[in-house]
């Protein structure tokens, strides 16, 4: 016990370790990635939808959407988005007179540049989903005097999530690793709080070793969620 306990005191709480800051940057993690994860959703289903409509617009610009978001490097249109998305509500809050000067919360600002990225890997598994659904079922669905917006919500939409909840899963993770790339604009999350750590006292392996053991527990909870949602979704399929 006495050769683990200095191995272990520069993660002690309070000003002598670094055990409560690197807490927080988990959480601050989780939260950041459970944002723009939901927002991602949100996108992806809207483009979905989009891209599989009859009308000419609503494709084009699901088309140019997903295109430019998996063409430009992750990280540069985070930056882009970061600090375009700050810059334009700001002037429009100024330039419609609401406030003389306007500061827009940087963490909405960080899950908005998250979730636009998700957002666009999200429309492919969606319209992937609701592509692999027979078209027999909605016109079924249709025939007997269900909306449109019945048949998606109580036929389509569930056999929809239970086909790509397993490519959901793998975006839960791509969203959770990519959180670490908004330390570039300054963020307290995992990785920054234990570079900041590594460079206070020079124990550079030390500290990112224990980022990347942070980022595996977080990655094999998600995982093992995941796994007991598709094992739930997918019961009466195994008892048929």
Partial sequence: MTNIMPWLAPLAYGPTGWGDELLYGAWFTVTISLCSYALGLGLGLAGALAKLSDRRLPRSLAWFYTTVVRAVPELLLILLIYYTSTSAVRSLIVGLGIAEDFEVNSFLAACLALGIVQGAYSTEVFRGAIVSIGKGQS????????????????????QMLRSALPALGNLWLVVLKESSLISVVGYSEILFTAKTAAGSTHRYLYFFTVAAIGFLIL???STSLFQAMEDRTGKHLRRA
Avoid at 139 to 158: C, D, H, K, N, Q
């Fill in 139 to 158: 016109e079924a669905a249709l025939s007997l005097g269900l909306t449109r917006w019945l048949t998606f919500r109580l036929v389509i939409f569930p």
């Fill in 219 to 221: 990655s094999v909870l």
